[in-house]
Every structure is written in C-alpha cells, then in structure tokens.
C-alpha cells in the first residue's frame, strides 16, 4: 500500500517505520510531519500544508480525558458521551482502565507531543544493525520479524446481553485470539456445559459465541480452566466497561 496508509494499520510502529527509515528516510522524514500537523489539535493545518513539526507541536502531552476521547473517536465513537462518569469512576486507576481498553480494542492513538519519540536510541540502533547485515540475514530477520508482528494477544470478552422478560445470552469475544481452538468446538463445549443452545456469528467487530442463558462467571471460569487461558485475559464487559476476571 502507499506509505501514506501505513499509520492506520496494526504494525506502523513495528514494522513500517524501521523500514521506512533504513529503505527511504525522505519519505519516512516527510510523511512524520504530516502526521504531528494532522494530529495536532487546533492546528488548523492539513497534510498538504507542509508545515513545520516543531512549530505545530504542542507543548504538553494530552490530558486523561483528552486521550480518552481520541481513543473513544477511533474504535467507540458511541461511548463518547460517557467518558465523564466513566473517568469519575476510574478516577486513580486510570492505568488500569487504558490497559483494559488497549485489551478490548487495540493500541491507543498516538499523542502529537509524542510522535517523535520512535527516534530513540533502541530503534535507531535496531535500524543500524539491520544495515550492516548481510542479506541472507535480512531474509532470515524479516522472516523472524514477521512472526513476532502476527502474534495475537488473546484477550476474551464476556458480556451479558437481556432479551425480552427475564431471559438473557451471554456473548463471548476473542476467543479466536486463543492459540489452536476452534470457535465451532469451543460452542458444541458450551452448549454442552450449560444445557443450551451456543452458535458462532460474524459480527462487525469479528466472530463471536452466543450462549443461550447468563452465565458469565461460570463461562469465565471454564475458558481459564478447560482451554488454559489466562485469567489475566478474561474481562467482562459491564455497560461498556471492563472488568478483569482476575479480579
């Protein structure tokens, strides 16, 4: 894809810059002033301006409700309503809640008063290196590279959803993310464990388990113990915040 696309995937900072700086450092050079002119608020600017990065930085770093509507603007523009009373009840734990939320969604946006912070010694110095290789060992690192930007983290999600009267399902997010299980299996164990039926939907946000009946805790529990994921994985999605199983 072009290089101006590379930000809005997964592995800009993994994979695309080191490369963008070792194969074509003008256009690595370039497209980061675009990216501080484009994310500087009330800049005024737009990619075509060609602006100054040092003039359009800003001179502090976001605030918590700041960061937390540019991560809500990205993945949940829904819940943007919300971010008072959810900072309000969070308030001390912040850490706790970013890290539940890169969880669920994914890394968070990148603060402008930080953007130039991927020149640091470690990466120039990973960059460097990959210079001075030969290319069999280039082939062998991009190929060592490449497994280590696939991974997926597992990271489960539970969420109890009401229907009509006193009935309810329990929904369950992620466990594709769970090395070797297979969603149709994980649903004939389900269905099995709890008496009822369980089927695999395609949704807009990926593929998920539907679980006739509220059984949070207890599905909770059985994908710690039967499919050995880690506690620490598991969250539960309580009115759009989530809560460590491990707690």
């Given at each position: 894809?072009?290089?101006e696309?590379c930000?809005?995937?997964?592995?800009?900072?993994?994979?695309?810059?080191?490369?963008?700086?070792?194969?074509?450092p003008?256009?690595?050079?370039?497209?980061e002033?675009?990216?501080?002119?484009k994310?500087?608020?009330?800049?005024?600017?737009?990619?075509?301006?060609?602006?100054?990065?040092?003039?359009?930085k800003?001179?502090?770093?976001?605030?918590?409700?700041?960061?937390?509507h540019?991560?809500?603007?990205?993945?949940?523009?829904?819940?943007?309503?919300?971010?008072?009373?959810?900072?309000?009840?969070?308030?001390?734990?912040?850490?706790?809640?970013?890290?539940?939320?890169?969880?669920?969604?994914?890394?968070?946006?990148?603060?402008?008063?930080?953007?130039?912070?991927?020149?640091?010694?470690?990466?120039?110095?990973?960059?460097?290196k990959?210079?001075?290789?030969?290319?069999?060992d280039?082939?062998?690192?991009?190929?060592?590279?490449?497994?280590?930007?696939?991974?997926v983290?597992?990271?489960?999600?539970?969420?109890?959803i009401?229907?009509?009267?006193?009935?309810?399902?329990?929904?369950?997010?992620?466990?594709?993310?769970?090395?070797?299980?297979?969603?149709?299996?994980?649903?004939?164990?389900?269905?099995?464990?709890?008496?009822?039926?369980?089927?695999?939907?395609?949704?807009?946000?990926?593929?998920?388990?539907?679980?006739?009946?509220?059984?949070?805790?207890?599905?909770?529990?059985?994908?710690?113990?039967?499919?050995?994921?880690?506690?620490?994985?598991?969250?539960?999605?309580?009115?759009?915040?989530?809560?460590?199983?491990?707690?």
């Amino acid at each position: 894809m072009p290089p101006e696309y590379c930000e809005y995937g997964p592995d800009y900072e993994s994979h695309c810059v080191p490369w963008l700086k070792l194969n074509a450092p003008e256009e690595y050079t370039r497209l980061e002033k675009l990216r501080i002119v484009k994310k500087s608020p009330g800049s005024g600017q737009t990619e075509g301006d060609g602006a100054d990065s040092t003039a359009s930085k800003p001179i502090e770093p976001w605030t918590t409700e700041k960061r937390l509507h540019e991560f809500y603007s990205k993945y949940a523009p829904d819940k943007i309503d919300g971010i008072s009373a959810i900072l309000e009840k969070y308030a001390g734990k912040e850490d706790k809640l970013f890290a539940a939320l890169v969880k669920k969604y994914g890394n968070e946006p990148i603060d402008p008063f930080y953007a130039d912070i991927d020149n640091d010694k470690d990466e120039d110095g990973e960059v460097e290196k990959m210079k001075n290789m030969s290319v069999s060992d280039k082939k062998k690192r991009r190929g060592a590279g490449a497994k280590k930007v696939n991974k997926v983290d597992t990271r489960i999600v539970i969420q109890k959803i009401a229907r009509n009267r006193k009935k309810a399902v329990t929904i369950v997010v992620g466990l594709d993310t769970v090395p070797g299980l297979k969603l149709k299996e994980a649903a004939k164990d389900f269905s099995k464990r709890f008496a009822g039926s369980s089927s695999v939907k395609d949704t807009a946000q990926g593929k998920e388990i539907v679980i006739q009946g509220d059984h949070c805790d207890d599905c909770a529990a059985m994908i710690v113990s039967k499919y050995k994921v880690s506690a620490d994985c598991v969250y539960f999605d309580k009115d759009g915040e989530f809560v460590p199983f491990a707690d």
